[in-house]
């Protein structure tokens, strides 16, 4: 019987991850970026890709145009930690049934999922600001079994 390469395979799930140099630009814009740069997570100057088992993997140097393009190794828990936002709280009027009710709602976090409109930002917040650096960035996430 040949070994199956899927079958077989070990994963190995780390808790640390490296962070892409232009996350940094992210991170400036929502105020973590020294938070995280004073943590003392391990700097990467650079990372090595190999995308085929039989051919020499390629370099790449982030600092190569200044240290300011260095990145992180983190620990994701305690990268989230830190990059995370505090609770904020919003105030809503009602009207049901000719009755106006008043009250507050308190989060953790704000999840617009209007895409490039920023319903929130744009319609309620009227706080949206533009950011260059981030303009060819994208951020994603997946979520199961969410309460």
Known sequence: MHPN???DAAFLISPCYPLLPSV???LDFIGALDKVRDHGFLLKPGGAVKFNQHKREGYTDFVGVGNASSTFQVIRSEFDEISARP???ATYVQNVAGQRIEGEIAFEWL???SGRNGVMSTKYRKDRVYNENLRNMAVWGYWDNVD
């Open 87 to 89: 609770p904020v709280s």
């Open 111 to 113: 999840v617009g999922a």
């Open 24 to 26: 940094a630009s992210f």
């Open 5 to 7: 390469p899927i079958r």
